[in-house]
T-cell receptor, first 116, second 111 residues
């Protein structure tokens, strides 16, 4: 049963520390998305990739956030330095890209980040 | 500038009755609309979708209606069941593949 895998599931860190979240998309999927969900907020798009190339990261605070896909099986989201306002659940999702396809996304279980 | 809006944060219905969740959008370039359901401590899961060239899509108890002129879509669940209690996200996708979501509506189905 193919699934998107995110690690860690939970992360507690202190303000100023670097945080790295990892995502393994479903094999064969060529688009990867990072979303953030805060308390009482919806799913906020941070960045997305197609064929490992970043297509849009306009939703991401550039000064502290960075997203990469070192290879087709790994996507990373880094926060450096982290701040308490970054506390949220971060979701990774993958899917098949293609303008003519119904691109439903498959989400991971999320990384619950708490920055103290 | 939020392009997908779900104006009702919550909805409560009685088991067996109809649940109607609404969604409005502003971007005419969206080509697909998708509904996702999310349970606590889990990631969202796909529920049902509709192409921008359709006005209705049905899958079992779930039906999505699209009114392009009004830039409005709705998800109907009939009959509602307690297991349907979850957060429902309305999502929209451009032909470039970018998927944007609303803030979600928390549905509570009472036994």
């Amino acid at each position: 049963d193919a699934r998107v895998t995110q690690t860690p599931r939970h992360k507690v860190t202190e303000m100023g520390q670097e945080v790295t979240m990892r995502c393994q998309p479903i094999l064969g999927h060529n688009t990867v998305f990072w979303y953030r969900q805060t308390m009482m907020q919806g799913l906020e798009l941070l960045a997305y990739f197609r064929n490992r190339a970043p297509l849009d990261d306009s939703g991401m605070p550039k000064d502290r956030f960075s997203a990469e896909m070192p290879d087709a099986t790994l996507a990373t989201l880094k926060i450096q330095p982290s701040e308490p306002r970054d506390s949220a659940v971060y979701f990774c999702a993958s899917g098949f890209g293609g303008a003519s396809l119904n691109e439903k996304l498959f989400f991971g279980s999320g990384t619950q980040l708490s920055v103290l | 500038d939020q392009q997908v809006k779900q104006n009702s944060p919550s909805l409560s219905v009685q088991e067996g009755r109809i649940s109607i969740l609404n969604c409005d959008y502003t971007n005419s370039m969206f080509d697909y609309f998708l509904w996702y359901k999310k349970y606590p401590a889990e990631g969202p899961t796909f529920l049902i979708s509709i192409s921008s060239i359709k006005d209705k899509n049905e899958d079992g108890r779930f039906t999505v209606f699209l009114n392009k002129s009004a830039k409005h879509l709705s998800l109907h669940i009939v009959p509602s069941q307690p297991g349907d209690s979850a957060v429902y996200f309305c999502g929209a996708r451009t032909n470039a593949g970018k998927s944007t979501f609303g803030d979600g509506t928390t549905l509570t189905v009472k036994p």
